[in-house]
């Protein structure tokens, strides 16, 4: 009997497809329709990608976390180069690289030397007679040394003294001290009364060396690379020593149009014109001293190792400027930023100190016919300078503000004597110039 059922007319094969249709269905309806959109959202072009809090964090402090690594091995590098160069020994110059003066150029000979009770001297100048003063850091002071009593007055600073220049008679504050500070400028009496002031011109200034004459106190500036002058008052009238290729071209050019009977003395406009390319200052500082003979201004130029000339208006005199060898000969300047310090004779040649191969020559304020050198003679060398003397006392251990400053050595004169004193050793020494200057045999 057939049954009109239909619901018994399904078969298994029916029922199972139904079954997977409905899972079908059903699978369809939850679909994760959020996931599908984001899957939408990264596949089209015109959705900006966005970013969230979290990964910002990330990418911060991960930023942070390399420039910290930067920073970190910066630092340890900086330390690890700072720390193996002092174990580097120091430059050995040989014994004979010129350590030894041939006695042809000798012609000065050491007269005294005696022992300077100075704590930490800075710095140190004459009167050009029998006094010598020496800077002393600690206690801010100046001691006065005599030939004939050797120690003397001491006079109390209110702050350290960086450089010294002795006024004589006839000159701009005639009889007193003028001492640099490190903001100003100051003169004192020989009681230790102050005078009178002025501030330095620039905040950053380093003034290590001054010179006074009758009318102006010049002070070479090693922090800003050029010379001030100034009046009575303390107003700065110039500044020079900058770099003036300009400056020096339109002078040139100016002089050829005002000196037509002169013009052959001067370059024309297609030949090479000389230029004071600046200071430069690596370790020594900048040193001055003016010709009382002249009224030039000689002034270090120690990384170039040379010697400039300037007038008293500023102008550079490259005749009159020399060095730029420092091989280390006779003739030359040793390397390692030399001259360290200068001071001028009375019949005008100037003296020049250099460091490294202790030297003090002396050389002619004018360039000599028939010769292509300059240097005159020698006062004296590392035979003389490096050896301490007899009966002077040895110096377990101390500060050395001279090294910090670049000058193991200072030097003034006395007339055409020449005067050296040692900071390390404490030691002040008098060379007499020979009767007999030796001309012959030089090269």
């Known amino acids: 009997m057939t049954s009109n059922d239909p619901s018994k ?108 009770e100075v704590n ?5 100048a004459g009167n050009g007679y029998d006094k010598f003063y020496i800077g002393d850091e600690f206690p801010p002071s ?29 000159q701009l504050f005639a009889d007193q001290l003028i001492v640099a500070h490190p903001d100003r400028i100051a003169v004192y009496s020989l009681n230790g009364d102050p005078v009178f002031s002025w501030s330095v011109p620039n905040t950053k ?13 010049f002070a070479a500036d090693t922090g800003q690379r050029v010379v001030y002058q100034f009046d009575e008052k303390g107003i700065l009238l110039k500044t020079f020593g900058q770099p003036s290729e300009k400056k020096i071209n339109q002078h040139q050019h100016n002089e050829n149009k005002t000196n037509q009977d002169n013009i052959s003395n001067h370059p024309s406009s297609s030949e090479s014109v000389e230029i004071f390319s600046g200071f ?20 270090t130029n120690p990384n170039h190792h040379r010697v400039e000339t300037f007038t008293a208006n500023g102008d550079w005199k490259p005749v009159l400027s020399w060095g730029g060898n420092d091989s280390g000969d006779m003739v030359g300047f040793a390397e390692g930023c030399n001259p360290v310090d200068i001071a001028v004779l009375a019949d005008g040649r100037i003296v020049t100190a250099e460091k490294l191969i202790t030297r003090v020559k002396v050389f002619y304020s004018q360039p000599q016919k028939n010769s292509n050198r300059q240097l005159n003679c020698v006062v004296a060398g590392p035979e003389i300078l490096d050896k301490r003397p007899p009966n002077i006392p040895q110096l377990a251990s ?31 020494r008098y ?13």
């Open 431 to 443: 060379f007499a110039a020979l009767s007999t200057p030796n001309e012959e045999h030089k090269p």
């Open 205 to 217: 200034s380093v003034i290590w060396s001054l010179a006074v004459t009758n009318n102006a106190v």
């Open 9 to 116: 007319n399904i078969t298994p094969t029916s029922i199972s497809d139904s079954t997977e249709t409905n899972q079908t269905t059903t699978s369809v309806e939850f679909f994760d329709r959020e996931r599908w959109h984001d899957v939408e959202s990264e596949n089209d072009p015109t959705q900006e990608e966005s970013v969230s809090p979290k990964k910002w964090a990330t990418y911060l402090l991960s930023i942070g976390i390399l420039f910290l690594v930067v920073v970190i091995a910066g630092a340890c590098g900086f330390w690890a180069v700072y720390y193996f160069s002092s174990l580097m020994p120091e430059p050995v110059v040989p014994e004979s690289y010129y350590r030894t003066v041939p006695t042809q150029w000798t012609e000065y000979v050491e007269d005294f030397v005696f022992f300077c």
């Open 120 to 124: 930490e001297p800075l710095c140190f």
């Open 398 to 428: 101390f500060h050395l503000p001279a090294i910090d400053t670049g000058r193991p050595i200072f030097i003034t004169t006395v007339r055409n004597d020449v005067v050296v004193f040692d900071p390390i050793m404490r030691v002040l």
């Open 280 to 299: 430069s200052v690596h370790v020594s500082p900048i040193t001055l001293t003016v010709s009382p003979k002249t009224g030039l201004i000689h002034v």
């Open 142 to 170: 100046i001691h006065e040394f005599s030939i004939k009593t050797k120690m003397g007055r001491t006079i109390p600073l209110p702050f350290k003294p960086m450089a010294i220049a002795m006024s004589g008679s006839g």
